[in-house]
């Protein structure tokens, strides 16, 4: 069963951070690109990283470029999303989510429909 959790999320205050985690199981997805999204509440679900199966291409929406960084453990099958200097407005439900057509492939996407397995979201509240 192809599986995606997130852990790691929760209440933190501005200009704090919080490390999220997402392991896979069920296929190796340690050999494919990896994704971070986000889903504030009535807003859509936006793209906020990026990484290629080997680590050496991300990517980064504007809005978080230069206080997230995407990385990942390939003997974990795990994908991490380090966020630094959170603001209010980093709240949302952040989704992983795997890009299965981008196996062992020096690219990785932004579009979020290029995504076909996805973890069920944790919230990340930053308060003001």
């Known amino acids: 069963q192809v599986q995606l959790v997130e852990s790691g999320g929760g209440l933190v205050q501005a200009g704090g951070s919080l490390r999220l985690s997402c392991e896979g199981s069920g296929r190796t997805w340690s050999r494919c690109a990896m994704g971070w999204f986000r889903q504030a509440p009535g807003k859509e679900r936006e793209f906020v990283a990026a990484i290629n199966w080997s680590s050496r291409y991300t990517g980064y929406a504007d809005s978080v470029k230069g206080r997230f960084t995407i990385s990942r453990d390939g003997t974990k099958n795990t994908v991490y999303l380090q966020m630094n200097s959170l603001k209010p407005e980093d709240t949302a439900v952040y989704y992983c989510?795997?890009?299965?057509?981008?196996?062992?492939?020096?690219?990785?996407?932004?579009?979020?429909?290029?995504?076909?397995?996805w973890g069920q979201g944790t919230q990340v509240t930053v308060s003001s």
């Open positions: 989510a795997a890009d299965s057509s981008r196996c062992f492939s020096g690219s990785y996407t932004s579009a979020l429909h290029d995504y076909e397995f």
